[in-house]
């Protein structure tokens, strides 16, 4: 018995089991570079072989033949198809396969279906030709080595055992010809594609280390940008200016955003824009569907943390891809460059605390790759910190100029400040304003424009110092310019914003609130740019109302038209302005004061003197506040119509 295995051993079998051998090293070599298994698929499809060579040296036999050649196409088929998730497209050739192997194991046992064993074998070889059509299917899925390997080995094996099946059913599988030179062949299908995936590795190698130095070289040109922006007079803005630029390049996007946070009021807003950006959120339906104006109003937007996509990446922290067009995206009409086609947003975090985000978008059928999104995440990772050395070096500026241009600036809003309220009769007035250091940004009047009406204006300077003031001071002259007009509070309004726009940065846009109340008839027509707000309380039943109209900030856009509401005011009936810093006043725990505590308070105090209520109502901001000093000015108006 040994003499004969020693004598199968030194014939042909020897070579066949060797290269076998090779092989299955070969395949567990590559193992160290493979990630997902397939080499060692691969090493034990090659043993399989192995044992397939040695059991012909045994047993010539053609069920053996076709029966093995069957497990070859499962095992082929199953390797090829498993990186890919084609759920019944995944078994149902398998299940081929099976039931094939199956009629072929019964004919030998004897129970025949009438079935040719030859027509079994072609059967269960037939399945491993639908790989020719796996690229037409998957040619967008190649995202790991494995799918790669299967889609560029596709047309070896299927044309290769396409002619195996060929051969062996023209020679048939007992013919000794046919089983010395199949195994060979099939060895050699195996290496090629061991050296197929040597080259997709290297392929994927130098990729790797061209992403690399793509992204050092993005970084290059981020820090480049950003660092020279300081030595700049507005180096924060040239800083985002520029960052945003540099993230919308370096991603191949259309156009770009990039939005801070601001703490205190628990808002993200945009602070810098670049390139065409459609906007992936709600446009109002009153916005007029024009370039310039979209662009306006994107570049002062402001959303809630937590509110839409922009305040929710401000609020976690998370990054949010939409590779392609989505149909979850806003509709915002059929303007070809209002149609977003993909987007990112990266928030901008350093030492866990979201300082903002960036957002870059395609626009129509533009699509961003996975790498496009890995280099916005590596921009925003590494713009953070430019950023936020942008605020240390603010910071450091602004404390060893804030006494000289505090000083200047509250001389500004003192003199614009009326000195004493003036006497209308039927309605009586109060007011105060407290600025906060450094701050300077809040304006109120009281005008008389006939014996029986007046109008009462309360404002707010985005910014602070001396730019903050320059915008109220134009503010108040234009209003004291056209005050004798006969004209509506919502064409004062437009008046007011067509004289301060052009004239100043869009960095310091202002909100206001004009409201003209005649005395006899109780009638008060108000108009709002920006969120400035205004309250009113019915002395009867002490029910509050808010005035409130979203629209477009004065300076932003000379043609922005605004709009009015009219209330009827009775005998008692309190009118309330306030600027945003009386309510969001913190506390030592970090609470604001909040509109609800004020509009109790406005309830509570309604049947006093206007000034007395204005006494109240301040000091009862101050002892909510403590010792905590102010950030915003804060600046409440009260009107209350009286007994003429």
């Not at 061991?194 to 820090?223: H, M, R």
């Not at 030492?351 to 996975?370: H, L, M, T």
Request: with cysteine; aromatic share 8%; net charge negative.
């Amino acid at each position: 018995m040994w003499d004969s295995v020693i004598s199968l051993l030194s014939g042909p079998i020897l070579p066949r089991l060797v290269l076998a051998a090779l092989l299955v090293a070969f395949f567990l070599f590559l193992r160290k570079k493979d990630t997902e298994g397939e080499m060692v698929g691969y090493a034990i499809l090659s043993v399989l072989l192995a044992l397939r060579d040695l059991a012909f040296a045994f047993v010539s036999s053609a069920f053996l033949a076709n029966a093995t050649d069957i497990l070859l196409a499962c095992g082929i088929l199953y390797l090829v198809m498993r990186p890919f998730r084609l759920g019944w497209a995944f078994w149902l050739p398998l299940c081929v396969d099976a039931l094939a192997l199956i009629l072929l194991v019964l004919d030998e046992i004897g129970l025949s279906f009438g079935l040719a064993p030859e027509l079994l074998r072609l059967a269960g070889l037939l399945p491993v030709l639908a790989l020719a059509f796996l690229p037409l299917v998957l040619k967008s899925e190649a995202d790991t080595s494995a799918r790669q390997l299967s889609l560029r080995s596709w047309a070896l094996l299927s044309i290769g055992l396409a002619f195996y099946l060929v051969v062996g059913n023209l020679a048939g599988t007992k013919s000794q010809l046919f089983l010395i030179a199949s195994s060979p062949y099939l060895y050699c299908l195996l290496f090629v594609i061991a050296l197929l995936f040597i080259d997709i590795v290297q392929g994927e190698l130098v990729s790797a280390v061209d992403y690399y130095e793509e992204s050092v070289d993005s970084l290059y040109d981020l820090l480049l940008a950003t660092g020279g922006s300081m030595r700049s007079e507005s180096f924060l803005q040239d800083v985002v200016d520029n960052m945003i630029r540099a993230v919308v390049e370096r991603t191949g996007a259309d156009g770009g955003i990039l939005l801070l946070v601001d703490e205190f009021e628990d808002t993200v807003s945009v602070r810098a824009l670049y390139g065409s950006f459609p906007p992936p959120f709600k446009l109002p339906e009153n916005l007029p569907k024009d370039a310039e104006r979209v662009e306006a109003y994107i570049r002062h937007a402001r959303f809630k943390l937590g509110e839409g996509v922009f305040g929710e990446v401000a609020r976690t922290g998370k990054n949010i891809f939409v590779s392609s067009p989505d149909a979850l995206l806003p509709d915002n009409g059929g303007e070809s460059w209002l149609a977003v086609g993909a987007f990112m947003v990266s928030p901008l975090i350093l030492r866990d605390r979201i300082i903002g985000a960036v957002s870059v978008v395609k626009v129509g059928n533009g699509r961003f790759s996975e790498r496009d999104f890995d280099r916005c995440k590596l921009l925003a990772n590494f713009g953070s910190i430019a950023v936020a050395n942008s605020f240390s070096f603010l910071e450091a500026a602004e404390r060893s100029d804030i006494e000289r241009e505090s000083d200047i600036a509250a001389v500004m809003q003192k003199q614009l400040l009326p000195e004493e309220l003036p006497a209308v009769a039927g309605l009586e007035f109060g007011a105060f304003s407290n600025p906060a250091p450094g701050v300077c940004s809040d304006y109120y009047d009281v005008i008389r424009t006939r014996p029986e009406k007046a109008l009462i204006v309360v404002g707010e300077a985005a910014g602070k110092g001396v730019a903050a003031g320059t915008v109220l001071v134009m503010i108040r002259a234009i209003l004291h310019l056209i005050i004798a007009s006969t004209k509506d509070v919502a064409t004062l309004m437009q008046w007011v914003n067509r004289g301060v726009s052009g004239k100043v940065d869009s960095d310091h846009f202002a909100t206001l609130c004009l409201a003209s109340v005649d005395a006899r008839t109780g009638i008060a027509e108000v108009s709002c740019a920006g969120r400035q707000s205004a309250v009113v309380c019915r002395a009867a039943t002490g029910e509050l109302t808010a005035v409130e109209a979203a629209s477009v900030p004065i300076g932003i856009e000379k043609g922005t038209a605004y709009a009015s509401s009219r209330i009827d005011l009775a005998e008692g009936d309190v009118l309330v302005l306030f600027s945003d810093g009386t309510v969001e006043t913190m506390n030592a725990q970090g609470k604001q004061y909040g509109r609800k505590r004020l509009g109790a308070e406005i309830q509570a105090c309604r049947n006093l003197h206007a000034q007395e209520m204005v006494e109240r109502i301040r000091l009862d901001i101050e002892d909510f506040a403590g010792a905590s000093l102010p950030r915003d000015d804060r600046t409440l108006l009260v009107m209350k119509r009286s007994k003429q």
